[in-house]
């Protein structure tokens, strides 16, 4: 457990830089909740402890000496200031991070588009893009504003088991290989390192084939309309997209 040294007046750059490691793990406070933690291996890292909603939290500012007491300081004071606004500094943080990587195209919208785009390109046809756009759609409602890197599989799960809840089985495995291939587009293009959507190949219901007489009406699954739009040339791109998601997998 972490130990907390209080000293008798606030830190300075001497007393910091001397501060030495241990076997432990350990905490020398400054003022006002913001505290300095000296690590086994011997890095020292800034900390500002405060509490929200009757919940106590941790803001991590950054390490010693590349953010200097001063500019801890500061950090410290401005998490004071959103708190008193009643703005938590860690979710604030969050939200300057995913605006930075917004503005770097990082986010799954922006990728989920450049993966359109190279639909487009490559000549595919109306009824596959037609797919794609609504596949992006459904995924952008949950997690188009967020970093890639930040999307996790129970995530992406809980999306397809929205379209599962409708009884459109076929739609959230179709779903969940069209994020796969933004996730692989993402792998290959550097902006993610796996595609989390393989973890979910077993965890969906399989749609039943349902055998109908010839000239029977149509069928009332929703998901109907995307098997008739999907003729031809679309189901070509969908059975390419099923058999690279295979060979990712298992490559």
């Known amino acids: 457990m972490e130990k907390l040294r209080t000293p008798t007046m606030p830190l300075s750059d001497i007393r910091i830089r001397n501060l030495k490691s241990t076997d432990k793990p350990y905490k020398v406070s400054d003022f006002e909740g913001l505290f ?61 991070k995913r605006i930075r990587l917004e503005a770097k195209g990082r986010i799954f919208a922006k990728i989920g588009e450049a993966f359109l785009a190279k639909q487009r390109e490559e000549g595919k046809s109306a009824a596959t893009l037609s797919k794609t756009e609504y596949h992006l759609k459904l995924a952008n409602q949950d997690f188009g504003r967020k970093p890639i890197t930040e999307i996790t599989a129970p995530m992406i799960l809980k999306t397809l088991r929205k379209v599962e809840a409708k009884g459109n089985y076929e739609t959230a495995h179709r779903l969940r290989a069209r994020i796969g291939s933004v996730f692989r587009y993402a792998v290959a293009s550097g902006l993610a390192q796996n595609d989390p959507t393989y973890a979910l190949r077993d965890a969906l219901i399989r749609p039943s084939r349902v055998h109908r007489a010839k000239g029977a009406g149509p069928s009332n699954d929703r998901d109907r309309r995307f098997r008739g739009a999907g003729a031809g040339a679309g189901d070509d791109e969908d059975r390419v997209e099923a058999i690279g998601d295979t060979c990712a997998t298992t490559g």
């Open 36 to 96: 300095i933690l000296v690590k086994v291996s011997g890095s020292k890292s800034w900390r500002f402890k405060y509490r929200i909603d009757g919940k106590e939290k941790l803001f991590v500012i950054g390490d010693y000496p590349a953010v200097s007491l001063a500019k801890a300081r500061q950090a410290r004071d401005m998490a004071k200031a959103q708190l008193a606004d009643g703005i938590d500094p860690n979710e604030a943080k969050q939200e300057d």
